[in-house]
C-alpha cells in the first residue's frame, strides 16, 4: 500500500526549469517502481518517464528526453522529476504514479497508485 503527493508544479517561463517531487508512504518504497505522466485537456494521459525500485533503470518519452530527469531517493520515500528546457508544449497537469516491481516502460493501465497531480504552466 502506499499513497502519493506530487509538489513542485507551478508557472515558468519557456526555457525554464523545476523540479517535481512524488512524496510517498509507507514501507518497502524500494519495491514500487514509479512513474510520471501528464495530461492536457481533451488529450489521452501521455507518459514521460519510468524507474525502476531501486533507481538503477530508467525509461523515457522521446519527447522528454534529454531535458527531463528521473530520480529517488528511497531514504525520503520520494521521487523526484527534474525538467529543463522547458517548452510551451510542456503545459500540463503531471501525476506521479507507483506499481510492483518492473523496470521498462509501461502503460498508464498497469500502475496501481495514482497521485492527484500538480500542474505545470509554461509560458511563451
Known amino acids: 500500500q502506499v499513497q502519493l503527493v506530487e509538489s513542485g508544479g507551478g508557472l515558468v517561463q519557456a526555457g525554464g526549469s523545476l523540479r517535481l517531487s512524488c512524496a510517498a508512504s509507507?514501507?518497502?518504497?524500494?519495491?514500487?517502481?514509479m512513474g510520471w505522466f501528464r495530461q492536457v485537456p481533451g488529450k489521452e494521459r501521455e507518459f514521460v518517464a519510468h524507474?525502476?525500485?531501486?533507481?538503477?533503470?530508467?525509461f523515457y518519452a522521446d519527447s522528454v528526453k534529454g531535458r527531463f530527469t528521473i530520480s529517488r531517493d528511497n531514504a525520503k520515500n520520494t521521487g523526484y522529476l527534474q525538467m529543463n528546457s522547458l517548452k510551451s508544449e510542456d503545459t500540463a497537469v503531471y501525476y506521479c504514479?507507483?506499481?510492483?516491481?518492473?523496470?521498462?516502460?509501461?502503460?498508464?493501465?498497469?500502475?496501481?497508485?495514482w497521485g492527484q497531480g500538480t500542474q505545470v504552466t509554461v509560458s511563451s
Open positions: 524507474i525502476n525500485g531501486s533507481g538503477g533503470r530508467t
Open positions: 509507507g514501507r518497502t518504497f524500494s519495491s514500487y517502481a
Open positions: 504514479a507507483a506499481k510492483i516491481g518492473g523496470n521498462y516502460y509501461y502503460p498508464a493501465t498497469k500502475y496501481d497508485y
